[in-house]
């Protein structure tokens, strides 16, 4: 079960809190990875990370040195993260924006 604190806060019916996602594998965390992650946290208030799972990274030919679980662990620690999901797919981005109300997507190069 995925709980989520409800920050929003409403004007009319247009919704002033933006939900912000982004997508990695984020082994062997680095500034480079927290530098994305506070940029990301900048464009909204609320940041969702689609984190890789084991059996995902396999799929597209990733070997993570870390597990799901301490990776997950290792992003839930970090200020600038909400909300750490699993990424099982390739197709399930349009879910996820559509789940999580999603308003910016950041994908890195």
């Given at each position: 079960m995925i709980l989520m604190i409800d920050k929003t806060?409403?004007?009319g019916?247009?919704?002033i809190m933006k939900n912000v996602l982004t997508y990695g594998t984020f082994d062997l965390l680095?500034?480079?990875?927290?530098?994305l992650l506070k940029r990301a946290k900048e464009l909204g208030d609320y940041l969702i990370v689609a984190l890789s799972t084991d059996?995902?990274?396999?799929?597209k030919g990733k070997k993570?040195?870390?597990d799901?679980?301490?990776r997950k662990e290792m992003l839930e620690a970090i200020r600038y993260v909400d909300l750490v999901i699993p990424?099982?797919?390739?197709t399930q981005k349009i879910e996820d924006i559509k789940k999580y109300k999603v308003d910016i997507t950041v994908m890195r190069k």
């Open positions: 806060i409403k004007k019916e247009e919704n680095h500034y480079g990875h927290i530098r059996e995902f990274n396999k799929i993570a040195y870390n799901f679980k301490t990424e099982n797919s390739w």
